[in-house]
Each structure stands twice: as C-alpha cells, then as structure tokens.
C-alpha cells in the first residue's frame, strides 16, 4: 500500500509523545517530533505569541517531513537546538510505510490535510498540572504561565481536535 502519516497532537502532558515512543518501538515507523521544529526568535513575527504556532517553524517541517514521507521517501530531520539556536546536524530516516508525527502544533490547518490518521489527546485539568509538575520541575511556573497558554490559544483557534478520527482523554492512562 502507499506511506501513510499519522498525527499525535494535543495537551501538554497528555501523553502525546509517549504515546509516539510506543508506536516507534512497536511499528516498523519513523517517529518525528515537533519539538524539533520551533523557529528561532529571530525569524518570528513580532507578535508571534499572538499566532496560533508562531513560534514553530511550519514550512521547514512541510518540506523536510510531511512532503517526503507522503511520498514515502526518506526524510532528512534537522532539529532545531533551542539552547545553541542553530539547527543541529540532520539525520536521515529510512523511508518507511508509516511516519508518526507527535506533538503539540502537528495538526495546524497548514498541515492538518497531509495526514492519513488524526489523532487528539486530552486530559483533566488537574491530571495535566501533575504530570507537568512532575516533568518540568522547577520550570513548570514558566512552562504554565508561558507555554501552556500558548498552546491552548492555539487548539480554541484552530481546533485541531476537530478534524480527528481518535480524540482521547488520558486522564486514567498513566499512574
């Protein structure tokens, strides 16, 4: 059959890239984070905090990832190092039948029409400022004050929940 693309987008701490670590050990897939696509400050719009995604880099992943493995043809990642502000060196994957996409941002309407399966993850409110707590440690007052207000502009404007086969709630999935 041809290359199919799936995509894990959701809420922070939903599970969304455990969820894509999982398949990568049980599927014979590449797995590609949207973490390693953010655009570097000085490429974003002033108001950019005001841009559903506007601190992502969507057209470099457009080209490197979704066009190649729709092809299904290898694809060259080259992450981008927020640290070091520079793009790290590449790696390429071996073309595959299946490309797991994970990670908040991976549904936004300039790419949500690339992919075969959509899939939304969500949790309790109170279930998500646990598992950051725990993840983020003494960042997570910047990562909520920041970040997760970010994210949740973008899924009230976009919705990319809506265009979903697969909406999950992981509330109970993890201890």
């Avoid at 049980?26 to 696509?37: G, K, Q």
């Avoid at 004050?145 to 009230?156: A, C, D």
Wanted: charged share 25%; net charge neutral.
């Amino acid at each position: 059959g041809s290359p199919a693309v799936v995509a894990i987008d959701g809420r922070c701490g939903s599970g969304k890239s455990g969820l894509g670590d999982l398949m990568g050990r049980l599927l014979p897939c590449n797995v590609v984070h949207m973490d390693d696509y953010y655009l570097p400050p000085d490429r974003r719009a002033e108001n950019w905090e005001q841009i559903p995604a506007g601190n992502m880099d969507l057209a470099r992943f457009l080209q490197e990832v979704l066009v190649p493995a729709g092809a299904g043809a290898q694809i060259r990642c080259r992450p981008y190092d927020c640290r070091s502000g520079t793009l790290r060196e590449g790696t390429t994957l071996p073309a595959r039948p299946l490309t797991v996409v994970e990670g908040s941002y991976s549904q936004h309407p300039l790419l949500s029409a690339r992919y075969d399966l959509r899939m939304f993850l969500t949790c309790a409110p109170e279930e998500q400022r646990r598992r950051l707590e725990r993840r983020e440690g003494a960042h997570f007052a910047a990562y909520e004050s920041r970040w997760m207000p970010l994210e949740e502009r973008y899924i009230r404007q976009c919705g990319p929940e809506k265009g979903c086969q697969l909406v999950i709630d992981t509330t109970e999935f993890f201890p």
